[in-house]
Antibody
Framework: EVQLVESGGGLVQPGKSLRLSCAVSGFKFDDYAMHWVRQTPGKGLEWVAGVSWNSGNIGYAESVRGRFTISRDNAENSLYLEMNSLRDEDTALYYC?????????????WGQGTVVTVSS | IMVTQSPATLSLSPGERATLSCRASLTISSNLAWYQQKPGQAPRLLIYEASTRATGIPARFRGSGSGTEFTLTISSLQSEDFAVYFCQQYNTWPLTFGQGTKVEIK
């Protein structure tokens, strides 16, 4: 059974940093691309970043480029999102999602999410 | 690429057919996926490549379209199908979602 478990969310002040982690199991991690997707009541679903199986292809949403960094550790079956210079508008539920392929396409499995709240 | 879904809300009775639309601002070939989301749950993949059902998805869910116009049809609504549905294009980065269509019980 595929499992994706996010952690690292919480309350953080604007301008500060936070690191999200996603621990995976139930599939061969280094065969698939991985993503972070966030959701807010007002803006719906927003793809944040994606990384191919070997980290050779990485993409970001315009809203986070230059502030967020996605990375993966295939030896540890883990995905990460380093979030710097956080803004109020980064407040959301952040999902870790598995791609159905080794490149960046669509999401066939999702975690339950971790909440990030940016507020002073 | 902007993705626009319509209608925002669809009020139907169990057993009725649901037709949901998704329009891309530029042509995306068949590079479109559909997801279902129920309250308190993560989205679930229904359809990819515009018309291929994901593993375990019932045959009453049918995706169609190419280019800029796409449709998700639920042939006969079951109680468990009342949810929010999102489409997502993966033709061009950044990947983008529609704003969702809520299918509610009439």
């Amino acid at each position: 059974e595929v499992q994706l478990v996010e952690s690292g969310g919480g309350l953080v002040q604007p301008g500060k940093s936070l690191r999200l982690s996603c621990a995976v199991s139930g599939f061969k991690f280094d065969d698939y691309a991985m993503h972070w997707v966030r959701q807010t009541p007002g803006k719906g679903l927003e793809w944040v970043a994606g990384v191919s199986w070997n980290s050779g292809n990485i993409g970001y949403a315009e809203s986070v480029r230059g502030r967020f960094t996605i990375s993966r550790d295939n030896a540890e079956n883990s995905l990460y999102l380093e979030m710097n210079s956080l803004r109020d508008e980064d407040t959301a539920l952040y999902y870790c999602a598995k791609d159905q392929s080794d490149t960046i396409l669509w999401f066939d499995n999702w975690g339950q999410g971790t909440v990030v709240t940016v507020s002073s | 690429i902007m993705v626009t879904q319509s209608p925002a809300t669809l009020s139907l009775s169990p057993g009725e057919r649901a037709t949901l639309s998704c329009r891309a601002s530029l042509t995306i070939s068949s590079n479109l996926a559909w997801y279902q989301q129920k309250p308190g749950q993560a989205p679930r993949l229904l359809i990819y490549e515009a018309s291929t059902r994901a593993t375990g998805i019932p045959a009453r869910f049918r995706g169609s379209g190419s280019g800029t116009e796409f449709t998700l049809t639920i042939s006969s609504l079951q109680s468990e199908d009342f949810a929010v549905y999102f489409c997502q294009q993966y033709n061009t980065w950044p990947l983008t979602f529609g704003q969702g269509t809520k299918v509610e019980i009439k």
